[in-house]
């Protein structure tokens, strides 16, 4: 059982030894994409803006079913409310200085659908 294993592992080593070279690839897909330094902070800008507003989403839901538990002060309500409003206004000014639209935090996950 053991010397089959090894067996197996050596095939597969050896597949990936006769694989092309990782550099090349590298290379190949360097061609086809945008590796600047403003398409990189825009990505990176893209994905930290998503995160957030599903966050504040999620919160949002969490907010509104302890309302209608009652488990929330007036000024409780009052204050997440001030907050939520809040994170949606930082979020539109960070979509702007970034060129992002609204609908470009709506990421899609492929077969999973759209993340928000």
């Known amino acids: 059982m053991v010397k089959r294993v090894i067996s197996m592992a050596d095939q597969e080593i050896t597949e990936i030894d006769q694989a ?3 550099h090349e690839l590298t290379e190949e897909m360097a061609g086809r994409l945008p590796l600047d330094a403003s398409n990189t902070q825009q990505g990176l800008a893209k994905l930290v803006l998503t ?3 599903l966050i504040g ?4 839901r969490q907010a509104l079913s302890r309302m209608e538990r009652g488990t929330l002060t007036d000024e409780e309500i009052e204050h997440i409310g001030e907050t939520l409003y809040q994170l949606q206004e930082k979020i539109d000014e960070l979509c702007a200085i970034f060129g992002l639209k609204r609908a470009d935090l709506n990421i899609d996950l492929g077969p999973l ?4």
């Open 20 to 22: 092309e070279p990782f």
């Open 51 to 53: 995160l957030i507003e």
């Open 57 to 60: 989403q999620l919160l949002e």
């Open 113 to 116: 659908g759209n993340i928000l």
